[in-house]
Structure formats: C-alpha cells, structure tokens
C-alpha cells in the first residue's frame, strides 16, 4: 500500500524540516567562530561538525576544550550529551528498520534532533507509509538540515579567524547551549533534571578535571527519572 499524500515523501519531508533553517544558520556559524576562537583551525573545526554532526555535543566538547579538560572528560561528556540519539535510533526502528543496511547506516549518521522529530511526527500522521517513503521522507527532512549545519560552520570558522582575540567571544558558548536546550523541557521531568544538574554542577565546581558536570549529568538523569516515575505513579492512582 501506498501513501495517498499529493507531493513526494522527499518534497514534504524538504518542506516540513524548513523552519529549522532559522536555527541551524545562526548556530551552525556561531559554532564556527567560537571553535575558531577556541583555537581550532578551519579544518579541524570543519572536521569537528562532520564526524560529530551534532549541535550540543559540540557546543559541549568545546565548552571543556576552553576549560583544558582531560581528553577522556570530553568525550566522556559529549558521548552522554549524545546518548539521546541511541534512543532515536530505537525509536524509528519500528518505521525504517526494514529498509537496506546501507539506507538505515545513512540514516543513523544524519539523525539529528530536528530531522528525527519531523519524521517521528509524520510517521504517526501517515501510518500507511511504506518504509520506503518513510526513508524518502527522512532524507527530504535532513535535506535543508545538514547541508546547512556544514556550509555555515566553515562561514563562521572563516569569520571566526578574523575575529581579533582581544573580542573574547567565549562568553557566547554558554549561551548558545543555554539557548539549544531551553526549547527541549517539556514536562516537569525535564525542568526538574535541568535544576538538579545545574545545583549540583555549581556544588561539584571544585571537583578535578572537570567531573563536576559528569557528577551534575547523572544526577539530572536520575531526578529526572525519578520524577516521571513519581508522574507514572500519580496518574495510575489519580480517581
């Protein structure tokens, strides 16, 4: 069976994931001007968001860089800012589990936080999709995404090396992770992960090499956790 939708898989998947141009330009750029600034060449700043190709993991990595964290401490914290994409994976193996090995690699390696929540939607709008215009759909939701993210990041690397260092733009990382994480809490869960990580990564400020913010992490993870299961409970007693 087939979707009886009028354009393309590809075309609404192009369509759909449009809006997040507005955000991938301004970040993608800032990303490269503050790796710059951090003392990245544009090569290696251009290889940082190819191989990672994930916004907060490499927000996060250059925020420790700055700080002369352990290179075990880096990746460390970026791999667990990167964990939520092993449970995107999980969860769109239902839709495109069954298409070709070559196919799903290509679709792991291109599973951003944008292109997975405009597939996941349209997935459980359109169920009679076939797995091949679900992978159509994906590829047209990646397609205004990631381009982008690796186009403005060499702009911004290039802008980044005229910047002059009296500038001091390392104030500008916070923020921008600040501001990429904001939109993602949700449910009280999430605020009351946000808030325990940030008490505790202020009361662990001392710990060496930085494991202050892997101790804040897991304990953000574990509040959080600890509140929707307090949720769960609530709601299967509620009259």
């Known amino acids: 069976m087939t979707s009886s939708r009028r354009k393309s898989p590809y075309v609404s998947g192009i369509i759909d994931s449009s809006p997040f141009i507005l955000v991938i ?8 001007v503050l790796a710059t600034e951090a003392g990245l060449s544009v090569v290696e700043t251009m290889a940082f968001s190819v191989v990672v190709i994930a916004g907060a993991a490499q927000f996060t990595a ?3 860089l700055q700080e002369n964290a352990p290179t075990a401490i880096v990746l460390a914290s970026a791999l667990a800012v990167n964990l939520r994409m092993a449970m995107y994976s999980a969860s769109l193996t239902p839709y495109i589990g069954a298409a070709p090995l070559w196919q799903r ?3 792991a390696y291109l599973t951003v936080d ?5 597939s996941v939607a349209e997935y459980e709008r359109e169920p009679q ?12 939701a990646v397609t205004p995404v990631v381009p982008l993210w690796y186009i403005f990041t060499y702009v911004g690397a290039v802008l980044g090396t005229q910047v002059p260092d009296s500038w001091a733009l390392d104030f500008a990382i916070p923020i921008a992770f600040l501001a990429m994480i904001a939109p993602m809490f949700r449910t009280l869960a999430h605020v009351v992960a946000a808030l325990v990580a940030v008490v505790v990564a202020l009361l662990a400020a001392g710990v060496p090499y930085s494991l202050g913010l892997i101790i804040a992490g897991i ?7 600890q509140t929707e299961l ?6 299967e007693t509620a009259p």
Not at 230 to 235: F, G, N
Request: aromatic share 14%; hydrophobic share 55%; charged share 15%.
């Open 25 to 32: 330009i301004p970040f993608a750029s800032l990303f490269g």
């Open 62 to 64: 250059l925020q420790l």
């Open 230 to 235: 307090w949720l769960d409970r609530r709601a």
């Open 105 to 107: 690699a290509i679709c």
């Open 114 to 118: 944008q292109t997975y929540i405009v």
């Open 219 to 225: 304990a953000g993870m574990m509040a959080g956790a």
């Open 129 to 140: 999709m076939t797995v091949r215009e679900r992978v159509a759909y994906f590829m047209g």
